[in-house]
């Protein structure tokens, strides 16, 4: 690939802190961003200059300001043929067309859409179906074998992409494939000459059930998007197969890395386990302070500055690109006050988060996702009250993402 260090950027005087393509240790690497201030010099894996926005207020300002969009064709780099089409994120950088990748009217039209089938009636009518799923799967994990369970193959994994398979209609035959396609999606570490190849397969099985569903449509997501109309406006077919890639990946991904990140930081914080096990503190507090503390969405890729943009006391240059590095923000002093290091459930304010972004272009499945960890974690703890890690917090191992904070497996005990 042609991303590298031959790439170009604006001329800058500061050091460029590069993203670890094998995030070894998320942590350091965030407090190192947000020490450079509210704008660093980052490159992302493979080679690319990028600038990212680390402190909370700056961020929320920049996603709603209309001179940062998501059009690639602003980006310099790009223009100059610099981004390769085999580079292992360009499926992040360059999505197809969908409310993800366009602003403005054109944005506005597909999120009416959009919410016309992703209506809070339509998630909150997942809560019986997911409660059911829950049970099934502690069955299953109270049913392996041996001292020690891998809760992320078991649980943590299977429930959010059985929710959100049966809310788009996916048939269950395509899962195991889907999951592979989606690890190699996400990898920093994808082979060049696998990444298109991923791409294009992804592309086909969403249009794929875009067309099962044209010819027989029944009562899921996916179905009520091809019916979805404003004024006599239809989602086309690119527009739905971008829309149903892109609710699938961010639908389960995320749910996936907030379970498990919820389950290591109890384990990892017994003072704050005690006080939901006992009652003093609630569930929907776990959930907001882990996307808080450790974001299940740790960087997001990519918007680009159409003029120079003031960032704090620094420039966002015209034809640049930029990343919110929400594993950084999420822990910003200047907003949650000195503790903002601390894992603490009883945080006043809990929700003045921005983990599942702000502006426009808020994630539309935030409530889907709240909603499955609000189910999940309770009754996990509730099958077994004394689970813990079955290996010390600093031997789990991160996935080579550079998106999502997320680990290969969540080896626990499960307790008397």
């Not at 019986?128 to 069955?139: A, M, N, V």
């Not at 789990?396 to 008397?416: A, F, H, I, M, S």
Request: charged share 25%; proline share 7%; net charge negative.
């Amino acid at each position: 690939m042609t991303a590298g260090t031959d790439l170009t950027a604006t001329d800058t005087e500061e050091t460029r802190i590069p993203l670890d393509p094998f995030v070894s240790d998320l942590d350091a690497e965030s407090a190192a961003l947000r020490a450079a201030g509210p704008l660093a010099a980052v490159t992302l894996p493979g080679g690319v200059p990028v600038w990212a926005v680390t402190r909370h207020a700056e961020a929320k300002k920049l996603l709603n300001d209309p001179r940062v969009v998501k059009d690639i064709n602003v980006w310099t780099a790009w223009q100059r043929g610099e981004i390769a089409p085999d580079w292992p994120l360009i499926g992040l950088a360059n999505p197809p067309r969908s409310m993800l990748t366009v602003d403005g009217d054109d944005h506005r039209r597909l999120r009416t859409l959009v919410a016309q089938a992703l209506t809070p009636r339509r998630v909150e009518r997942m809560r019986e179906r997911i409660t059911e799923l829950t049970g099934s799967l502690l069955d299953q994990v109270a049913a392996q074998p041996g001292d020690t369970v891998d809760l992320k193959a078991v649980f943590a994994y299977p429930l959010p992409m059985y929710v959100i398979a049966e809310l788009m209609g996916l048939a269950q035959e395509r899962l195991p494939r889907l999951k592979e396609l989606f690890e190699k999606f996400f990898s920093t570490q994808t082979p060049p000459e696998e990444v298109v190849a991923t791409l294009t397969e992804l592309a086909g099985i969403m249009a794929e059930t875009v067309a099962a569903k044209r010819e027989n449509p029944g009562d899921d997501l996916t179905s009520a998007l091809i019916q979805a109309s404003e004024d006599g406006d239809r989602l086309t077919d690119e527009e739905i197969v971008a829309t149903l890639q892109l609710m699938v990946a961010a639908g389960h991904e995320t749910t996936i890395s907030l379970i498990v990140n919820a389950v290591v930081n109890l384990s990892t914080h017994p003072d704050q386990r005690a006080l939901v096990l006992s009652g003093e503190a609630d569930w929907s507090a776990v959930v907001e302070e882990t996307l808080r503390w450790s974001t299940p969405t740790s960087h997001v890729l990519i918007r680009f500055a159409t003029e120079d943009v003031p960032v704090g006391d620094k420039v966002l240059p015209a034809r640049d690109a930029l990343i919110v590095s929400y594993a950084a923000i999420g822990r910003d002093e200047r907003e949650h006050g000195p503790t903002a290091g601390d894992f603490d459930i009883t945080r006043e304010s809990p929700h003045r988060h921005i983990s599942f972004g702000h502006g426009p272009h808020v994630c539309p499945g935030a409530a889907l996702s709240r909603l499955e960890a609000g189910v999940a974690l309770p009754a996990l703890y509730a099958r077994f009250p004394g689970l813990d890690l079955a290996v010390p917090a600093a031997e789990l191992r991160n996935k080579p993402v550079v998106t999502q904070n997320d680990l290969y497996e969540l080896p626990v005990t499960l307790g008397g």
